[in-house]
């Protein structure tokens, strides 16, 4: 079958468009959250989203990543 997924937030603003895509898993620092990235393969997902929206869009969109859980705290992983 095929592996469908759907892109948490695409939004628009005055510079372009941007993917934000919000993981819950618990991280103790900014390291293993970008650990968790690679071993999860979150950052291919995003990429897929990334090519899809710009086939779409006919523009690259910036992506982002926002973990809800590091040191229980919200950090936001820029991608681009």
Known sequence: GS?????DVL???A?????????TDEAR?????RQ???????DAQLRRYTQAVAA????????????LNVRSEVCIIALD
């Open 3 to 7: 592996d469908v997924r759907i892109i």
């Open 11 to 13: 939004y628009r603003s």
């Open 15 to 23: 510079s372009g468009w941007t993917i934000a895509d919000f993981k």
């Open 29 to 33: 620092d900014e390291t293993q959250a």
């Open 36 to 42: 968790i990235l690679r071993e999860k393969v979150y």
């Open 56 to 67: 779409q869009l006919g523009e690259r969109p910036r992506t982002s990543l926002i973990m």
